[in-house]
């Protein structure tokens, strides 16, 4: 079945930067758009960035556009986020998900998470 | 690209049915038909109940049931059971490949 594995998360200062992984196996990666959702503690979901199957094109919420890259390598069946300039408000739970197999523009499953703290 | 809006919390009694509502805008939730809702619980990652605004996916109960008028979506679970107990959030497509979430609901089975 379908697995969505996030790593990368940590404490990293304001200003800084780090970068998020998310292994995926159990369907054919390249085939798949994918996203990134984040969660800050104690709030609700916000859609982060999406990229297309082949890496073509990317999207991204206006709180992250020109801060964070989405990309992936297809060889290695592998999502980033690299996250830049990063701020308090940055600090949630990031989820890597499919593009889903059924409906469209439909976000399903979804990996664990990795927790981002934005902190001094 | 502002959040939907959720009612911050509900609650029922076992048995009974409760409904969630989600309100945005012509832009997304009104202009599309690609709404969904996820379940939440502590500590979890999301998982989907409904798509398309009203088709469940395999595996989840027919007590859960979604509709769509305007630009307010709702989500309806009946016969309340304790498991039930969690947060929901709904999602909407809003064009040019973005989605947007609503603040969430946090049920309660009382």
């Known amino acids: 079945q379908v697995q969505l594995v996030e790593s990368g998360g940590g404490v990293v200062q304001p200003g800084g930067s780090l970068r998020l992984s998310c292994a995926a196996s159990?369907?054919?990666?390249?085939?798949?758009?994918m996203h990134w959702v984040r969660q800050a503690p104690g709030k609700g979901l916000e859609w982060v960035a999406f990229?297309?199957?082949?890496?073509?094109?990317?999207y991204y919420a206006d709180s992250v556009k020109g801060r964070f890259t989405i990309s992936r390598d297809n060889s290695k069946n592998t999502l980033y986020l690299q996250m830049n300039s990063l701020r308090a408000e940055d600090t949630a739970v990031y989820y890597c998900?499919?593009?889903?197999?059924?409906?469209?523009?439909?976000?399903?499953?979804w990996g664990q998470g990795t927790l981002v703290t934005v902190s001094s | 690209q502002s959040a939907l809006t959720q009612p911050r919390s509900v609650s029922g009694s076992p048995g009974q049915s409760v409904t969630i509502s989600c309100t945005g805008t012509?832009?997304?939730?009104?202009?599309?038909?690609?709404v969904s809702w996820y379940q939440q619980h502590p500590g979890k990652a999301p998982k989907l109940m409904i798509y398309?605004?009203?088709k469940r996916p395999s595996g989840v109960p027919d007590r859960f049931s979604g509709s769509k008028s305007g630009n307010t979506a709702s989500l309806t679970i009946s016969g309340l059971q304790a498991e039930d107990e969690a947060d929901y959030y709904c999602?909407?497509?809003?064009?040019?490949?973005?989605?947007?979430f609503g603040g969430g609901t946090k049920l309660t089975v009382l």
């Open positions: 159990g369907f054919t990666f390249s085939s798949y758009g």
């Open positions: 998900a499919k593009d889903a197999n059924y409906g469209d523009y439909l976000i399903d499953p």
């Open positions: 999602c909407s497509y809003a064009g040019s490949y973005s989605w947007v």
């Open positions: 012509s832009s997304d939730v009104g202009g599309y038909n690609y």
């Open positions: 990229i297309r199957y082949d890496g073509s094109n990317k």
């Open positions: 398309d605004v009203s």
